[in-house]
């Protein structure tokens, strides 16, 4: 088999992609290619700017777009001080590595992105949760579910926060979901929420001088109003 020009190399060492017998060939080329060490440089700098954007869907005609003028493509090399500017035609093969290494940093750095964003989400979530369990006023009610599951709620007046925790709920069609409620003394319930299915919530106000927590089925998006007869009704004082 024939091994591959040095030169075609480049994206695929920018992504430690490459075997150690290339590695190593590659970055003793490195050394006296100024060409290759100018396009490794600009590769890992655009790396990064791309893993700190949220990737998107690429247009549906962008891939026959590139491929039908891939044959087309002149590139300039990137000027060196104190050496001319040379005009270099890359072929076919080195052309669609770069473009392959360039569409797995723009994947994988928008997984990296989402990831870190999930982790934090739920890094926050907790220490609001720890927030209101912690109180010295917080009380916990649980009360069963019409159908299966448990709903359990954790008051604190002191932080006007509570938590909500609904387990093994049934399974809804697609055109229903959960709604939750707080119920104030006058008995007019206040909308907190929707639900597919189990969750840990926390829930910020609506909690100071409420008696009731409520969880009613509803048509998809909501009702403005609960549906009677509720799924569940749990006292909180």
């Not at 007019?188 to 409420?210: E, F």
């Amino acid at each position: 088999m024939t091994e591959p020009d040095v030169h075609t190399l480049t994206g695929p060492y920018v992504l430690d992609a490459l075997p150690d017998d290339e590695r190593i060939r590659f970055e003793a080329h490195l050394a006296e290619c100024t060409f290759c060490t100018t396009e490794v440089d600009e590769l890992r700098a655009a790396a990064v700017k791309l893993a700190t954007q949220v990737s998107t869907p690429p247009p549906p005609a962008l891939k026959a777009n590139v491929m039908s003028a891939i044959e087309n493509v002149r590139q300039l090399a990137p000027v060196v001080h104190g050496q001319p500017a040379v005009r270099r035609r890359f072929s076919r093969r080195s052309v669609l590595a770069l473009a392959a290494a360039a569409a797995v940093v723009a994947v994988s750095g928008g997984i990296a992105i989402d990831q870190y964003r999930d982790r934090t989400a739920a890094e926050q979530a907790n220490r609001q949760i720890a927030a209101v369990l912690s109180q010295p006023d917080a009380r916990t009610v649980h009360g069963a579910v019409q159908g299966g599951g448990q709903a359990t709620v954790v008051v604190s007046a002191k932080a006007d926060k509570s938590v909500v925790v609904l387990r093994d709920l049934p399974n809804l069609p697609t055109n229903r979901t959960w709604q939750l409620w707080m119920i104030d003394p006058e008995k007019t319930a206040h909308s907190i929420g929707l639900a597919t299915g189990d969750l840990t919530r926390v829930i910020n106000g609506s909690t100071t001088g409420m008696t009731t927590f409520g969880l009613t089925l509803e048509p998809n998006g909501g009702s403005p109003k609960p549906t009677l007869p509720a799924a569940a009704l749990i006292p909180l004082t």
